[in-house]
């Protein structure tokens, strides 16, 4: 083979690849644009409705394949109601207006949330405030997925740390060891002292749990293209989490600097202020995790967006070219927000945590 | 306001998830890798310190053999002084012993050869003596064959005597 044929090969291979992600991309968009505005002559695109039904949790997940009709994946709907819990398949209510009577009460469908129909076939309002939904939605199978591939990966490593006892690391192993000792080294350490090694697991699920839901919604097909990390509801358990790890192993000097300020007579204005702190923190990495993860899926799906706004295929040169650099931008967001929020988190554990001298 | 209001069976559900990875990834994923990456390092860690030891150790043994091959050739230097010491002696000496011997031996020689002489000398004179005794005998004896002579000299000898 001549290193002519092979570079050709090569640059085929780097083609065929940018283009199966850059189509593949394209189909979930271009078949819910179709079904959104399956009459572009007629009714206009909404691009906001688009945007915000894939960035938010959905009961159904819609899968897109070449040529085909959008499909949506039913999922299982589950109410805990004060009379019992209530599970029903989503595509019993799924189709628009469409009521289902289960068990305890009615169900319908209202803007993406399971509502509580009365006899009359009316909302009930009431009613759906008492029941809990704790449906696997979209984004609970992809946090199932996630785990699932971490749990996958992550034991094969460690089995490959046993079995290669002693020796260099070599595959996934060896991929996954910088990201590994980064944490250790560049996080954990540098901000807790020598007590890190108790709170390297929690550091570790934290980065890796971000990092894959990070990369997963970068994926625009099926079983990617979902908005996990940029859910408030994660974020905020997540901060939860680390709200809980720091004031948990807050030490004496830590409450000490919260409830006695110094000078003293300053309490009254420094207790408010610290004890809000004890909140503005995890509050701050709840929000900058899901705004940046969210805001880049935001302007890849406005980029994609403008080719139906202006209705044109012309325009999708330039919609490619700037959603490609939006990816690359996302990759590096994606990493650094896993950095972010891991860091941040080891810095208030360190804080709690420090011995003063 | 949809976006930023977290649904309550996500977070029961990221509550629940995040809870079973973080026991599962902690105790079957973390904690062994975290000791073999520990424990590596502390191999790396004390293979390190042991070369750096073995270089040390090195180090002073070239040292030392630097020491001892100086030393060796100090000493080698030394002894090769001495042997040439002992050699100058071992010459000078037997030039010393050759030289009064040889005079020794000369000495003798030179006396045998003063008595060798002086018996020679002897010899010779009694030679001389002898043959003087014998030439004289022989002019006597041929002054003497001559009855006359004879005659003569008794007369001239008796002359002598009458005188007195």
Redesign the interface.
């Known amino acids: 083979m001549t290193s002519g044929t092979i570079l050709n090969s090569k640059l085929f291979r780097i083609f065929f690849i940018c283009a199966f992600f850059l189509t593949a991309g394209l189909f979930p968009k271009v078949t819910f644009a179709a079904e959104n505005g399956p009459d572009t002559s007629k009714t206009k695109f909404d691009a906001k409705a688009m945007i ?1 039904e894939h ?3 959905s009961h159904s997940w819609p899968v897109a394949f070449p040529f085909v009709k959008e499909k949506f994946l039913p999922l299982p709907v ?1 109410l805990y109601t004060e009379k019992g819990l209530e599970v029903f398949s989503s595509d019993k209510i799924q189709e628009e207006g469409s009521v289902y009577a289960g068990k305890l009460h009615s169900y319908k469908l209202e ?1 993406n949330h399971v509502k509580v129909v009365d006899a009359s076939g009316k909302v009930d309002e009431e009613a759906s405030k008492k029941v ?6 979209r ?2 199978i992809s ?2 997925l996630s ?1 699932v591939i ?2 996958i990966v ?2 094969k ?2 089995s490959s ?2 079995t290669r ?2 020796k260099a690391p070599k595959g996934l192993q060896s991929f996954l ?1 910088p990201l ?2 980064f944490v ?1 080294d560049d996080i954990a350490i540098p901000n807790m002292g020598h007590k890190y ?1 108790r709170f ?3 550091l ?2 934290i980065f890796f ?1 971000i990092l894959i839901n990070n990369l997963m919604g970068m994926i625009p097909f099926f079983p990617g293209g979902y908005n996990l990390t940029g ?4 974020t ?3 901060s ?2 680390i709200l809980l790890v720091v004031n948990l192993n807050g030490n004496k000097h830590y409450w000490k600097h919260i409830f006695v300020p110094n000078p003293w007579w300053l309490f009254f204005i420094m207790i408010p202020v610290e004890v809000v702190g004890i909140i503005s923190k995890p509050v701050a990495l709840t929000i900058r995790l ?1 705004a940046n993860i ?1 805001a880049g899926h935001i302007l890849i799906l406005s980029l994609i967006s403008l080719i139906f706004i202006l209705n044109t295929i012309w325009v999708s040169p330039v919609s490619v070219v700037f959603v490609v650099f939006m990816d690359a931008i996302e990759l590096l967001v994606a990493f650094l927000q896993a950095y972010l929020f891991t860091l941040l988190s080891a810095l208030f554990i360190g804080m709690a945590i420090e011995e003063h001298h | 306001m ?14 629940l ?2 809870g ?3 026991f ?3 105790k ?7 000791a ?2 520990s ?2 390092e502390k ?1 790396i860690e004390s293979a390190l310190s042991l070369a750096e030891a073995a270089k040390e150790e090195m180090a002073r043994l070239t040292n030392e053999n630097e020491q001892l091959l100086k030393q060796a050739r100090a000493e080698r230097d030394q002894i090769l002084k001495e042997a040439k010491q002992i050699k100058d002696n071992i010459i000078n000496e037997a030039k010393e012993s050759a030289q009064t011997e040889g005079s020794k031996i000369i000495e003798r020689a030179r006396i045998e050869i003063d008595n060798q002489k002086a018996i020679a000398m002897a010899d010779v004179k009694n030679q001389v003596a002898t043959l003087s005794l014998e030439i004289a005998e022989k002019v006597l004896r041929k002054q003497f064959e001559d009855q006359q002579k004879q005659d003569a000299l008794i007369a001239d000898l008796l002359k002598d005597v009458k005188l007195k």
């Open positions: 915000l960035i938010s949790d589950i803007a809990w939904d704790i449906s696997i939605t984004n609970v946090l199932f785990i971490l749990l992550f034991f490593v460690s740390y046993r006892e002693g060891e590994i000792l250790r090694g390297m697991p929690l570790l699920t749990f859910n408030i509801a994660v905020a358990t997540l939860a989490v899901f969210t | 949809e976006l930023v209001t977290p649904s309550i069976g996500l977070v029961f559900w990221t509550t998830c995040f079973i990875l973080l599962l990834l902690g079957f994923a973390w904690k062994p890798i975290l073999s990456i424990e590596r191999s």
